[in-house]
């Protein structure tokens, strides 16, 4: 399914890369990517698969507009923004926190697609962030279809569901995705075949507490979007290994986990392991400049 005229989201970009590392020839694994980063620029990896269902239905709706959730530094707001202005739709953020002086540069992009923010305390965000909370924002957007926090919901799992048909999946023994929402998660949950092993890492504090049997939690440098040098370190290393980009919000945590699980001796020799690049590389240009070196 292609919602945009001119074909501008290409999952037939998407490679499964392999990963070429001598920790894990010494252990006798393999290692692959699934790049979901390629199919488009901005509204890139399980974005997309997140947010195609919900378009469509608020294409079926002959929405307004679309009206969505989200933090400064958030992929899924600036994806929304430019699939809104793809699409002819007004587009609304309701951002996370007190307006800084300073917009990251997510939201100026955000703005740049033509999405209209507004800002409301954490304390009311967490209170009132979901759709029919009664926060009342929602009745500043009449006729706007509502898409919840980072894609979720039934038709945000049943995009992600779709994720492992764009790759041989049962040539690998684990499948390994960062966590945010859980949305790709569970969507992933579904598609997985019997026998393999869906792990989840959380980049966010408190996912030991997630309901999921496999999450690999202790990863997430000190919460959503916060990172070290240690994880900057880390992905330059990476890409200068490998020539795959990872970004500090999501990918970056990942691939350093599963790396650092191979060094434990996590996985039995003869696993093969896919790596889901959940793209979000645009949240890297918020970094000052020469911190990372792609």
């Not at 962030?129 to 898409?147: F, K, T």
Request: aromatic residues 10%.
């Amino acid at each position: 399914m292609n919602l945009f005229p001119g074909a501008s989201i290409n999952t037939a970009a998407i490679t499964t890369d392999k990963v070429e590392l001598p920790v894990l020839n010494n252990r006798a694994l393999e290692l692959w990517v699934l790049r979901l980063d390629k199919i488009h620029p901005v509204i890139s990896g399980n974005k997309w698969f997140k947010l195609k269902y919900h378009l469509l239905e608020a294409q079926q709706r002959a929405a307004k507009g679309l009206l969505t959730y989200g933090g400064a530094f958030s992929n899924h707001i600036i994806a929304l923004a430019c699939a809104a202005r793809d699409l002819g739709w007004k587009s609304a953020g309701i951002i996370r926190g007190e307006r800084p002086a300073v917009l990251s540069h997510t939201l100026k992009a955000a703005m740049d697609y033509g999405m209209q923010l507004e800002f409301i305390s954490r304390d009311a965000y967490r209170n009132n962030s979901l759709p029919g909370a009664g926060s009342g924002v929602e009745d500043s957007y009449p006729g706007y279809y509502i898409v919840p926090e980072g894609g979720s919901g039934p038709n945000g799992i049943r995009g992600s569901r779709e994720i492992l048909e764009l790759a041989e999946k049962d040539r690998f023994t684990h499948i390994l995705c960062a966590i945010g929402t859980a949305t790709m998660y569970q969507g992933l949950l579904s598609s997985v075949s019997a026998g393999q092993q869906l792990i989840g890492v959380p980049v966010i504090k408190g996912g030991e507490k997630l309901p999921f049997s496999d999450i690999q939690a202790g990863y997430h440098f000190g919460g959503y979007a916060r990172k070290n040098a240690a994880l900057t370190t880390f992905m330059n290393q990476f890409y200068e290994q490998t020539n795959i980009p990872t970004d500090f919000v999501y990918t970056g945590k990942l691939l350093f986990a599963t790396l650092d699980m191979v060094e434990k001796g996590y996985f039995s020799p003869g696993s093969r392991l896919l790596v889901i690049h959940s793209g979000g590389l645009q949240g890297n240009r918020s970094l000052p400049e020469g911190t990372l070196r792609f």
